[in-house]
């Protein structure tokens, strides 16, 4: 497509439920990032992948958090037991290379409301 | 580790005034520094780079020069348009493969006509 792709756009949870959260990355990107946006902060890492390999999960808050990119392209970010503090905007990034002097292409982001 | 320090906000400015939003940084061996842009309802917006010391990235009028000896990336426009608000991020990615983003906490920038 012409840009990352996130869905759904909003997500209300409420308190203990398990939620998924799906990106698209631009065709032939290879390299695919999720970050997580506190409401007034800046967004923080997660997880990054390149292709199908998960090759650095340093920014999970917890062993709740997991992510997956089965086939290098699509990627689901899975909370289990949602709590409050998850409430945020999570983002995902994707280049064509694992190249931050490039820059990233972010999608619009998914806002998770836990309550 | 790597982090951004970005000015408080809001800011809050005429049309047409010269615009500075500070960042610091604090980093091992020579990171790449940027500036992002989040226009309300859009997703985040690369809106110029620089990758090493003395660069300069400009981008739709917007200018930022990578000062290593004060490890700052300040953001400025000599005239701002209402178009422009908007909240800012500066950002560094460190060298390497894994070129992770670290971000400031974003500053909101309001232009009135």
């Known amino acids: 497509g012409a840009g990352v792709s996130q869905s759904p756009r909003y997500k209300v949870a409420k308190r203990g439920q398990d939620v998924a959260l799906r990106c698209d990355p631009i065709?032939?990107?290879?390299?695919l990032f999720w970050y997580q946006q506190a409401l007034g902060q800046g967004p923080e890492f997660l997880t990054y992948?390149?292709?199908?390999?998960?090759?650095?999960k340093s920014g999970l808050p917890s062993d709740r958090f997991f992510a997956e990119r089965p086939e290098g392209s699509v990627s689901t970010l899975k909370i289990q037991r949602t709590q409050q503090e998850d409430s945020a905007v999570y983002l995902c990034?994707?280049?064509?290379?694992?190249?931050?002097?490039?820059?990233?292409?972010f999608g619009s982001g998914t806002r998770l409301t836990v309550v | 580790g790597n982090s951004v320090t970005q000015m408080e906000g809001p800011v809050t400015l005429s049309e047409e005034a010269f615009l500075t939003i500070n960042c610091t940084y604090t980093?091992?061996?020579?990171?790449?520094l940027f500036w992002y842009v989040q226009y309300p309802g859009e997703g985040l917006q690369l809106l110029l780079k620089?990758?090493?010391?003395?660069d300069k990235g400009s981008n739709k009028g917007f200018e930022a020069t990578y000062r290593k000896e004060t490890t700052s990336f300040h953001l400025e426009k000599g005239s701002v348009q209402v178009s422009d608000s908007a909240v800012y991020f500066c950002?560094?990615?460190?060298?390497?493969?894994?070129?992770?983003?670290?971000f400031g906490k974003g500053i909101t920038l309001s232009v009135r006509p």
């Open positions: 990034a994707s280049s064509f290379r694992g190249q931050g002097v490039n820059g990233y292409t």
């Open positions: 065709s032939g990107h290879v390299s």
């Open positions: 992948f390149q292709n199908e390999a998960q090759l650095d």
């Open positions: 980093a091992t061996g020579y990171p790449s």
């Open positions: 620089a990758t090493k010391a003395d």
């Open positions: 950002a560094l990615s460190a060298t390497g493969a894994n070129s992770k983003l670290t």
